[in-house]
DNA sequence: CTTGAAATACTACTACG
DNA sequence: CGTAGTAGTATTTCAAG
Protein backbone atom coordinates (compact mmCIF):
# COMPACT_ATOMS: atom_id res chain seq x y z
CA UNK A 1 0.00 0.00 0.00
CA UNK A 2 0.94 3.77 -0.36
CA UNK A 3 0.35 6.39 2.18
CA UNK A 4 1.02 9.59 0.32
CA UNK A 5 -1.12 12.10 2.31
CA UNK A 6 -4.33 13.28 0.16
CA UNK A 7 -5.92 16.55 0.96
CA UNK A 8 -9.28 15.78 2.31
CA UNK A 9 -12.23 18.04 2.64
CA UNK A 10 -13.33 20.23 5.57
CA UNK A 11 -16.52 18.68 5.81
CA UNK A 12 -16.52 14.66 5.57
CA UNK A 13 -19.98 14.29 4.29
CA UNK A 14 -19.73 10.50 4.85
CA UNK A 15 -22.40 8.42 3.90
CA UNK A 16 -23.19 6.00 6.69
CA UNK A 17 -21.75 4.98 9.84
CA UNK A 18 -18.07 4.86 10.25
CA UNK A 19 -17.18 4.88 6.73
CA UNK A 20 -15.99 7.85 4.37
CA UNK A 21 -15.59 7.31 0.41
CA UNK A 22 -12.74 8.02 -0.25
CA UNK A 23 -13.31 10.45 -3.76
CA UNK A 24 -15.83 12.29 -1.56
CA UNK A 25 -13.53 12.71 1.36
CA UNK A 26 -10.81 14.85 -1.29
CA UNK A 27 -11.19 18.40 -1.06
CA UNK A 28 -13.05 20.51 -3.99
CA UNK A 29 -9.97 20.54 -6.26
CA UNK A 30 -8.81 16.99 -6.20
CA UNK A 31 -12.17 16.52 -7.11
CA UNK A 32 -12.16 18.81 -9.90
CA UNK A 33 -8.88 17.58 -11.12
CA UNK A 34 -10.14 14.08 -11.53
CA UNK A 35 -13.31 15.10 -13.04
CA UNK A 36 -11.50 16.60 -16.01
CA UNK A 37 -8.77 13.49 -15.99
CA UNK A 38 -11.65 11.15 -16.36
CA UNK A 39 -12.92 12.69 -18.89
CA UNK A 40 -9.80 14.12 -21.00
CA UNK A 41 -6.41 13.19 -20.09
CA UNK A 42 -4.65 15.24 -22.89
CA UNK A 43 -5.10 18.22 -21.64
CA UNK A 44 -2.08 20.58 -20.74
CA UNK A 45 -0.87 21.66 -17.01
CA UNK A 46 -1.25 24.61 -17.21
CA UNK A 47 -4.98 24.90 -18.89
CA UNK A 48 -5.77 22.14 -16.11
CA UNK A 49 -4.59 24.20 -13.65
CA UNK A 50 -6.54 27.65 -14.75
CA UNK A 51 -9.54 25.20 -14.88
CA UNK A 52 -9.46 24.56 -11.51
CA UNK A 53 -8.21 27.80 -10.46
CA UNK A 54 -5.09 27.01 -9.23
CA UNK A 55 -0.93 27.77 -10.39
CA UNK A 56 0.25 25.89 -12.79
CA UNK A 57 3.23 24.43 -9.95
CA UNK A 58 0.30 23.62 -7.19
CA UNK A 59 -2.17 21.87 -9.82
CA UNK A 60 0.84 19.61 -11.19
CA UNK A 61 1.65 18.54 -7.27
CA UNK A 62 -1.73 17.66 -7.26
CA UNK A 63 -1.89 15.55 -9.85
CA UNK A 64 1.60 13.43 -9.23
CA UNK A 65 0.33 12.96 -5.54
CA UNK A 66 -2.98 11.56 -7.06
CA UNK A 67 -1.00 9.06 -8.62
CA UNK A 68 1.59 8.09 -6.36
CA UNK A 69 -0.91 7.74 -3.92
CA UNK A 70 -2.94 5.10 -6.38
CA UNK A 71 -5.86 6.97 -6.98
CA UNK A 72 -4.84 7.27 -10.77
CA UNK A 73 -3.92 4.11 -11.66
CA UNK A 74 -2.85 4.93 -15.48
CA UNK A 75 -3.60 7.78 -18.46
CA UNK A 76 -4.41 5.63 -21.65
CA UNK A 77 -5.50 5.99 -24.99
CA UNK A 78 -8.82 4.44 -25.35
CA UNK A 79 -9.83 2.96 -29.03
CA UNK A 80 -13.23 3.01 -30.97
CA UNK A 81 -14.36 -0.58 -30.88
CA UNK A 82 -16.11 0.25 -34.03
CA UNK A 83 -13.55 2.01 -35.80
CA UNK A 84 -11.27 -0.74 -34.49
CA UNK A 85 -13.88 -3.09 -36.68
CA UNK A 86 -14.85 -5.34 -33.19
CA UNK A 87 -18.40 -3.66 -33.00
CA UNK A 88 -19.86 -6.44 -31.62
CA UNK A 89 -20.00 -7.25 -27.80
CA UNK A 90 -21.15 -10.15 -26.36
CA UNK A 91 -21.11 -11.21 -22.53
CA UNK A 92 -20.45 -14.87 -22.11
CA UNK A 93 -21.54 -16.88 -19.29
CA UNK A 94 -19.19 -20.06 -18.33
CA UNK A 95 -19.91 -23.15 -15.96
CA UNK A 96 -17.41 -25.61 -15.82
CA UNK A 97 -17.11 -29.06 -15.49
CA UNK A 98 -15.80 -30.09 -12.28
CA UNK A 99 -15.33 -27.20 -9.99
CA UNK A 100 -11.39 -27.82 -8.21
CA UNK A 101 -8.69 -24.92 -8.32
CA UNK A 102 -6.78 -26.87 -11.15
CA UNK A 103 -10.15 -26.57 -13.38
CA UNK A 104 -10.07 -22.62 -12.60
CA UNK A 105 -6.57 -22.18 -12.67
CA UNK A 106 -6.57 -23.90 -16.77
CA UNK A 107 -9.81 -22.22 -17.56
CA UNK A 108 -8.41 -18.62 -16.71
CA UNK A 109 -5.23 -18.71 -18.27
CA UNK A 110 -6.68 -20.35 -21.46
CA UNK A 111 -9.83 -17.15 -21.18
CA UNK A 112 -7.33 -14.38 -20.94
CA UNK A 113 -5.63 -15.23 -24.36
CA UNK A 114 -9.03 -15.50 -26.12
CA UNK A 115 -9.11 -12.48 -28.31
CA UNK A 116 -11.33 -9.67 -28.38
CA UNK A 117 -12.12 -11.23 -24.42
CA UNK A 118 -11.78 -7.15 -22.31
CA UNK A 119 -13.04 -8.92 -19.28
CA UNK A 120 -12.95 -12.14 -17.63
CA UNK A 121 -14.93 -12.21 -13.60
CA UNK A 122 -15.70 -15.45 -11.56
CA UNK A 123 -19.11 -14.92 -9.68
CA UNK A 124 -21.62 -16.05 -7.46
CA UNK A 125 -24.51 -17.71 -8.85
CA UNK A 126 -25.96 -19.87 -11.80
CA UNK A 127 -22.12 -19.24 -13.75
CA UNK A 128 -18.92 -19.88 -12.80
CA UNK A 129 -17.78 -16.92 -15.02
CA UNK A 130 -18.71 -13.99 -16.65
CA UNK A 131 -16.68 -12.84 -19.60
CA UNK A 132 -16.93 -10.01 -22.08
CA UNK A 133 -15.85 -10.34 -25.61
CA UNK A 134 -15.52 -7.50 -28.57
CA UNK A 135 -15.63 -8.97 -31.91
CA UNK A 136 -16.70 -7.81 -35.61
CA UNK A 137 -19.97 -9.20 -35.91
CA UNK A 138 -21.71 -12.20 -35.76
CA UNK A 139 -20.01 -14.07 -38.09
CA UNK A 140 -16.71 -13.50 -36.27
CA UNK A 141 -18.14 -14.50 -33.28
CA UNK A 142 -20.12 -17.90 -34.40
CA UNK A 143 -16.39 -18.86 -35.62
CA UNK A 144 -15.04 -17.89 -32.26
CA UNK A 145 -17.43 -19.45 -30.39
CA UNK A 146 -17.17 -22.83 -32.32
CA UNK A 147 -13.34 -22.39 -32.69
CA UNK A 148 -12.28 -21.38 -29.31
CA UNK A 149 -15.15 -20.67 -26.86
CA UNK A 150 -16.37 -24.41 -26.88
CA UNK A 151 -12.57 -25.24 -26.50
CA UNK A 152 -12.02 -23.55 -23.25
CA UNK A 153 -10.91 -26.42 -20.92
CA UNK A 154 -13.29 -27.72 -18.36
CA UNK A 155 -16.09 -26.07 -20.13
CA UNK A 156 -19.67 -27.53 -19.46
CA UNK A 157 -21.80 -24.62 -20.63
CA UNK A 158 -21.32 -21.67 -22.41
CA UNK A 159 -24.27 -19.31 -22.89
CA UNK A 160 -23.76 -15.95 -25.17
CA UNK A 161 -25.93 -12.82 -24.55
CA UNK A 162 -25.42 -10.67 -27.86
CA UNK A 163 -25.13 -6.88 -26.86
CA UNK A 164 -27.86 -5.31 -29.21
CA UNK A 165 -27.14 -2.22 -27.87
CA UNK A 166 -24.75 -0.27 -25.21
CA UNK A 167 -26.73 2.38 -22.52
CA UNK A 168 -23.71 2.66 -21.21
CA UNK A 169 -20.17 2.07 -20.90
CA UNK A 170 -17.39 3.60 -19.08
CA UNK A 171 -14.48 4.08 -17.42
CA UNK A 172 -15.79 7.37 -15.36
CA UNK A 173 -15.97 7.46 -11.42
CA UNK A 174 -18.75 10.25 -10.36
CA UNK A 175 -17.63 12.83 -8.23
CA UNK B 1 -17.82 9.65 -40.05
CA UNK B 2 -14.27 10.98 -40.17
CA UNK B 3 -12.43 9.81 -43.74
CA UNK B 4 -9.06 11.00 -42.60
CA UNK B 5 -6.38 8.65 -44.45
CA UNK B 6 -4.46 6.86 -42.35
CA UNK B 7 -1.54 4.62 -42.90
CA UNK B 8 -1.32 1.29 -44.05
CA UNK B 9 0.44 -1.56 -43.88
CA UNK B 10 2.28 -2.96 -47.43
CA UNK B 11 1.19 -6.45 -46.09
CA UNK B 12 -2.66 -6.45 -45.58
CA UNK B 13 -2.88 -9.43 -43.80
CA UNK B 14 -6.23 -10.30 -43.59
CA UNK B 15 -7.78 -13.07 -41.85
CA UNK B 16 -10.21 -14.02 -44.21
CA UNK B 17 -11.98 -13.44 -47.25
CA UNK B 18 -12.75 -9.82 -48.62
CA UNK B 19 -12.31 -8.00 -44.86
CA UNK B 20 -9.01 -6.78 -43.57
CA UNK B 21 -8.73 -5.92 -39.34
CA UNK B 22 -8.45 -1.93 -39.39
CA UNK B 23 -5.76 -2.28 -36.59
CA UNK B 24 -3.68 -5.16 -38.82
CA UNK B 25 -4.05 -2.79 -41.49
CA UNK B 26 -2.42 -0.16 -39.93
CA UNK B 27 1.63 -0.01 -40.43
CA UNK B 28 4.16 -1.31 -37.91
CA UNK B 29 4.96 2.20 -36.81
CA UNK B 30 0.93 3.17 -35.73
CA UNK B 31 0.52 0.13 -34.52
CA UNK B 32 3.74 0.53 -32.08
CA UNK B 33 1.98 3.69 -31.11
CA UNK B 34 -1.13 2.34 -29.70
CA UNK B 35 0.39 -0.35 -28.18
CA UNK B 36 2.12 2.20 -26.53
CA UNK B 37 -0.44 4.96 -25.86
CA UNK B 38 -3.15 1.72 -25.35
CA UNK B 39 -0.95 1.29 -22.06
CA UNK B 40 0.60 4.58 -20.42
CA UNK B 41 -0.70 7.93 -22.37
CA UNK B 42 1.28 10.16 -20.12
CA UNK B 43 4.36 9.63 -21.85
CA UNK B 44 6.19 12.77 -23.44
CA UNK B 45 5.98 12.83 -27.54
CA UNK B 46 9.47 13.29 -27.70
CA UNK B 47 9.76 9.85 -25.77
CA UNK B 48 7.39 7.72 -27.71
CA UNK B 49 9.01 9.02 -31.08
CA UNK B 50 12.12 8.06 -29.75
CA UNK B 51 10.71 4.53 -29.23
CA UNK B 52 8.87 4.35 -32.25
CA UNK B 53 12.33 5.78 -34.08
CA UNK B 54 10.76 8.84 -35.67
CA UNK B 55 11.26 12.09 -35.26
CA UNK B 56 8.85 14.50 -32.83
CA UNK B 57 7.61 16.06 -35.29
CA UNK B 58 6.31 13.00 -37.27
CA UNK B 59 5.65 11.29 -34.19
CA UNK B 60 2.92 14.04 -33.26
CA UNK B 61 1.52 14.11 -36.99
CA UNK B 62 0.54 10.64 -36.62
CA UNK B 63 -1.13 10.33 -33.21
CA UNK B 64 -3.04 13.52 -34.15
CA UNK B 65 -4.26 11.63 -37.42
CA UNK B 66 -5.14 8.25 -35.11
CA UNK B 67 -7.57 10.76 -33.11
CA UNK B 68 -8.72 12.29 -35.73
CA UNK B 69 -9.83 9.23 -37.63
CA UNK B 70 -11.83 8.04 -34.93
CA UNK B 71 -9.68 5.77 -33.66
CA UNK B 72 -8.27 7.12 -30.45
CA UNK B 73 -11.53 7.93 -28.82
CA UNK B 74 -9.94 10.07 -26.18
CA UNK B 75 -7.47 10.19 -23.31
CA UNK B 76 -8.33 9.29 -20.01
CA UNK B 77 -7.15 8.92 -16.60
CA UNK B 78 -8.19 5.32 -15.03
CA UNK B 79 -9.45 5.23 -11.23
CA UNK B 80 -8.40 2.34 -9.89
CA UNK B 81 -11.65 1.18 -7.90
CA UNK B 82 -10.05 -0.29 -4.69
CA UNK B 83 -8.39 3.15 -4.11
CA UNK B 84 -11.89 4.85 -4.96
CA UNK B 85 -13.82 2.44 -2.54
CA UNK B 86 -15.45 0.76 -4.77
CA UNK B 87 -14.04 -2.52 -5.14
CA UNK B 88 -16.83 -4.61 -5.61
CA UNK B 89 -18.43 -5.03 -8.88
CA UNK B 90 -21.21 -6.92 -9.46
CA UNK B 91 -22.99 -8.10 -12.60
CA UNK B 92 -26.83 -7.71 -12.67
CA UNK B 93 -29.22 -9.55 -15.02
CA UNK B 94 -32.30 -7.56 -16.23
CA UNK B 95 -35.60 -8.43 -17.18
CA UNK B 96 -38.80 -6.24 -17.38
CA UNK B 97 -41.86 -6.36 -17.18
CA UNK B 98 -43.59 -5.25 -20.12
CA UNK B 99 -41.57 -5.40 -23.79
CA UNK B 100 -42.50 -1.32 -25.32
CA UNK B 101 -40.45 1.14 -26.21
CA UNK B 102 -41.58 3.45 -23.55
CA UNK B 103 -40.40 0.71 -20.56
CA UNK B 104 -37.26 0.31 -22.43
CA UNK B 105 -36.62 4.45 -22.33
CA UNK B 106 -37.50 4.98 -18.82
CA UNK B 107 -35.59 1.82 -17.08
CA UNK B 108 -32.38 3.27 -19.66
CA UNK B 109 -32.41 6.52 -18.25
CA UNK B 110 -32.71 5.63 -14.82
CA UNK B 111 -30.21 2.79 -15.15
CA UNK B 112 -27.69 5.63 -16.17
CA UNK B 113 -28.24 7.24 -12.66
CA UNK B 114 -27.63 4.15 -10.78
CA UNK B 115 -24.48 5.43 -8.62
CA UNK B 116 -21.35 2.70 -9.53
CA UNK B 117 -23.27 1.77 -12.65
CA UNK B 118 -20.15 1.28 -15.50
CA UNK B 119 -22.07 -0.49 -17.91
CA UNK B 120 -25.42 -1.28 -19.27
CA UNK B 121 -26.39 -3.36 -22.25
CA UNK B 122 -29.23 -4.35 -23.83
CA UNK B 123 -28.98 -8.32 -24.88
CA UNK B 124 -30.50 -11.10 -26.45
CA UNK B 125 -31.84 -13.87 -24.45
CA UNK B 126 -33.45 -14.90 -21.01
CA UNK B 127 -32.49 -11.21 -19.88
CA UNK B 128 -33.38 -8.05 -21.35
CA UNK B 129 -30.62 -5.88 -19.44
CA UNK B 130 -26.44 -6.69 -18.08
CA UNK B 131 -25.45 -4.55 -15.68
CA UNK B 132 -22.01 -3.78 -14.28
CA UNK B 133 -21.97 -1.87 -10.73
CA UNK B 134 -19.20 -0.93 -8.92
CA UNK B 135 -19.86 -0.46 -4.78
CA UNK B 136 -17.95 -0.89 -1.85
CA UNK B 137 -18.93 -4.12 -0.72
CA UNK B 138 -21.69 -6.31 0.32
CA UNK B 139 -22.99 -3.96 2.48
CA UNK B 140 -23.32 -1.42 0.31
CA UNK B 141 -24.40 -3.52 -2.52
CA UNK B 142 -27.34 -4.85 -0.61
CA UNK B 143 -28.26 -1.08 0.44
CA UNK B 144 -28.06 -0.20 -3.16
CA UNK B 145 -29.95 -3.58 -3.97
CA UNK B 146 -32.92 -2.62 -1.73
CA UNK B 147 -33.18 0.90 -2.35
CA UNK B 148 -32.50 1.47 -5.75
CA UNK B 149 -32.03 -1.48 -8.15
CA UNK B 150 -35.80 -3.02 -6.69
CA UNK B 151 -37.07 -0.01 -7.76
CA UNK B 152 -35.72 0.51 -11.70
CA UNK B 153 -39.03 1.12 -13.45
CA UNK B 154 -40.52 -1.53 -15.47
CA UNK B 155 -38.47 -4.33 -13.69
CA UNK B 156 -39.70 -7.67 -13.13
CA UNK B 157 -36.31 -9.67 -11.97
CA UNK B 158 -33.39 -8.75 -10.91
CA UNK B 159 -30.76 -11.40 -10.72
CA UNK B 160 -26.97 -10.56 -9.59
CA UNK B 161 -23.93 -12.12 -9.49
CA UNK B 162 -21.50 -10.85 -7.22
CA UNK B 163 -17.99 -10.74 -8.78
CA UNK B 164 -15.55 -12.93 -6.49
CA UNK B 165 -12.48 -12.33 -8.50
CA UNK B 166 -11.87 -9.81 -11.25
CA UNK B 167 -9.45 -12.58 -13.83
CA UNK B 168 -9.39 -10.11 -16.37
CA UNK B 169 -10.51 -6.11 -16.71
CA UNK B 170 -8.88 -4.13 -19.74
CA UNK B 171 -9.78 -1.19 -22.56
CA UNK B 172 -6.65 -2.76 -24.26
CA UNK B 173 -7.22 -3.99 -27.94
CA UNK B 174 -4.68 -6.28 -29.24
CA UNK B 175 -1.91 -5.32 -31.81
C1' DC C 1 2.40 12.36 -49.33
C1' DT C 2 5.72 11.75 -45.58
C1' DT C 3 9.88 12.75 -43.30
C1' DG C 4 13.47 15.31 -40.55
C1' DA C 5 16.16 19.66 -39.18
C1' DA C 6 15.90 24.06 -37.45
C1' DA C 7 13.47 27.87 -35.18
C1' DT C 8 9.88 29.62 -32.19
C1' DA C 9 6.34 29.46 -28.62
C1' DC C 10 4.77 26.98 -24.67
C1' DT C 11 4.92 24.04 -21.13
C1' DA C 12 6.80 21.33 -17.40
C1' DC C 13 9.53 21.57 -13.61
C1' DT C 14 12.65 23.59 -9.84
C1' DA C 15 14.00 26.84 -6.31
C1' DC C 16 12.57 29.90 -3.34
C1' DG C 17 9.71 33.11 -0.76
C1' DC D 1 0.42 27.99 -2.38
C1' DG D 2 2.42 31.34 -5.67
C1' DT D 3 6.27 33.86 -8.39
C1' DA D 4 10.10 33.72 -11.11
C1' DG D 5 13.46 31.45 -13.58
C1' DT D 6 15.43 27.40 -16.28
C1' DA D 7 15.19 23.23 -18.97
C1' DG D 8 12.80 20.70 -21.99
C1' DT D 9 8.86 19.93 -24.98
C1' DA D 10 5.31 20.78 -28.44
C1' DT D 11 4.47 22.86 -32.69
C1' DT D 12 5.32 25.35 -37.00
C1' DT D 13 8.07 26.14 -41.08
C1' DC D 14 10.45 24.49 -44.68
C1' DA D 15 13.58 21.76 -47.51
C1' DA D 16 14.18 17.17 -49.18
C1' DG D 17 13.13 12.24 -50.13
Sequence with gaps: ???????????PASASAGYTDPLQALDRIDRAILRQLQTDASISNVALAAKVKLSAPACLRRVERLKESGLIRGVVALIDPKAAGAGMLVIIGVVLDRS?????????????????????????????????????DSDSFNRLHAEQLLYLPGVRQIRSFMVLKEILSTTRFPL
Tied chains: 1, 2.
Design 1 to 11: MNATKIRTAST
Design 100 to 136: TPESFAAFEKAAQKVPGCMECHVVTGEFDYFMAVRTR
